[in-house]
């Protein structure tokens, strides 16, 4: 019986107020209208982004309204689309993005279609108010998180957030991590950092993003890449990815600071690039003064920092020519994603490598909770038990 045209009760995960309640509830999802489009979601990876008003401070993506379904790392097949739906049509394998691209502002025009300030305004107001909200849970209306609640059995999705996966042969269970963390960590280091042949790499944080910033470094053919991180576990881990050196903060001695640890690998220079893949701003600060005094050092800040969170720069540093800088998904644009997708079934981008577990819906807090405890990479939420590709 087709769906097309009625609402659909399915299963989300809804998180009611800033740190939780998070509970697995009957959801009600309208049709779509206008440039909305309805996705039968396959699987969605748990990212780092999705536990800010869960488990840490509490709506430091902006006011967030409650409740609301959360995920944004998703893929999926369209189930129905409104009525001006022009980029993908029922039946298509999609990724769903945090970001957009209108094709019509001014930063589409320019080429920069992961800034496309009508899609970055959309996100952070999570409801899309031209419309009607697109839940119902308990018969109370349920938001959306950055325009996109993957933890949900069916979402509503704008069309200038979903990229349509072309390649017949990808499996929508793994290829979910293109949507976020893979391409933002590697594309820290490739595009945003700019890492070249032979060059030195210093990288905090080594979950998704940054493994897959060191990965990216790799193929740049970086000839040091330095792993910084207060867990020494996930150093072995790390090397698989092309890292070569590692500190623990924790572990130097009294006297020794990380920046200094650094500058001891690097003969006193300092590195030719940083990646900086945590929120925490004393990390911030020692990936910009950790860089070589060159204009051809460049720090890359992509870690998500609390609101209005600041580091002070050195301006006879930046006198030097160094270049600090930040980015929303490894600078990638829409077009691109193909491309990703292409290393991924190739193998270069191995996303095996990323995904610890997969779990199902009911076992979301426990994927959150592992997030949370660094017990995990990516876990991907299956949504559709019975997908097969």
């Known amino acids: 019986m087709s769906t097309v045209g009625k609402s659909i009760d399915c299963r989300a995960a809804v998180l009611w107020a800033p740190k939780g309640p998070l509970t697995v509830e009957k959801v009600t999802v309208r049709p779509p209208v206008g440039l909305e ?12 982004s999705d536990l800010i008003d869960y488990s840490e401070s509490g709506m430091a993506l902006g006011e967030s309204m409650f409740p609301y379904i959360p995920g944004h790392e998703g893929a999926g097949i369209v189930e129905s689309i409104g009525e001006n739906v022009t980029n993908v049509a029922i039946g298509d394998k999609v990724l769903t993005m945090f970001f957009g691209k209108c094709g019509k502002c001014p930063d589409c025009d320019k080429g920069i ?53 072309d390649q017949e042969d990808v499996d929508l269970r793994k290829i979910c991590l293109i949507a976020c963390g893979i391409p933002t960590g590697y594309g820290s280091a490739t595009n945003i950092s700019r890492v070249t042949k032979g060059s030195s790499v210093a990288i905090w944080g080594l979950g998704t993003l940054g493994l897959a910033a060191g990965l990216g470094a790799k193929h740049r053919e970086a000839s040091k890449v330095i792993g910084i991180d207060l867990n020494s576990n996930k ?19 009294s006297d020794k600071t990380t920046v200094g640890a650094i500058k001891d690998l690097t003969g006193g220079l300092g590195v030719d690039h940083t990646v900086c893949c945590v929120g925490a701003t004393v990390a911030m600060q020692e990936a910009v003064d950790s ?4 204009s051809t050092s460049r720090a890359a800040l992509v870690g998500l920092p609390a609101p209005g969170a600041t580091i002070p720069l050195t301006l006879s540093n930046v006198f030097c020519g160094i270049t600090v800088t930040g980015g929303l998904y490894g600078n990638f644009k829409h077009e691109q994603i193909k491309d990703l997708i292409d290393l991924a079934r190739s193998g270069k981008i191995d996303l ?38």
């Open 352 to 389: 095996d490598q990323f995904i610890t577990s997969n779990r199902p819906l009911d076992e979301i807090k426990e994927a959150f909770d592992d997030l949370t405890a660094s017990k995990v990479l990516r876990t991907v939420i299956i949504l559709d038990k019975n997908y097969s590709p």
């Open 37 to 48: 489009v309805r996705v039968k979601m396959i699987a969605s990876g748990v990212c780092h």
């Open 235 to 253: 150093f072995p881990i790390a090397r698989k990815f092309g890292f070569t050196h590692f500190i623990n903060p924790k572990e130097l001695e």
């Open 291 to 294: 860089l070589a005094l060159k």
């Open 113 to 165: 279609a992961n800034y496309c300030g009508l899609s970055l305004a959309n996100a952070q107001a999570n409801v899309i108010t031209r419309y009607e909200i697109p839940f119902k849970v308990k018969d109370t209306p349920c938001f959306r998180f950055v325009g996109t609640s993957t933890f949900s059995e069916y979402t509503l999705v704008e069309q200038d957030r979903l990229v349509k996966i």
